[in-house]
């Protein structure tokens, strides 16, 4: 659960992290096609990692449960919720 929700978080951060000042809402999601194309490779490899049995032997995972995903998953966007809070500060400061 560990490697999958910081994975996420590193997902999530990587979008977040294309502007120093800007918002990923003010930018937009869809604004960079080849990082989200890369985010849903990453996101894709990560799931196959934990939840194909082949791939669970090699690097020692074990399926999640719904729940535990739903709770990685939840818990990878603190990292992404602080770098719009700090930009959010920064903007409203006008640095």
């Known amino acids: ?3 999958t929700t910081l994975a ?4 999530a ?5 294309r502007s120093e000042r800007d918002s990923l809402f003010q930018i937009g999601l869809l ?8 985010v ?9 990692v934990v939840y194909v049995p082949f791939l669970q032997t090699v690097f020692q995972t074990t399926p999640l449960s719904a729940n535990d995903l739903a ?8 990292p992404f919720w602080a770098m719009e809070l700090d ?9």
Do not use: E
């Open 1 to 3: 659960m560990v490697f």
């Open 8 to 11: 996420l978080s590193r997902i």
């Open 13 to 17: 951060l990587a979008q977040t992290m």
């Open 31 to 38: 604004s960079n096609k080849p990082l989200l194309g890369a």
């Open 40 to 48: 849903a490779l990453t996101f894709g490899l990560q799931m196959t």
């Open 71 to 78: 709770l990685g998953l939840a818990l990878s966007t603190v």
């Open 87 to 95: 930009k959010w500060l920064i903007r409203r400061r006008g640095v």
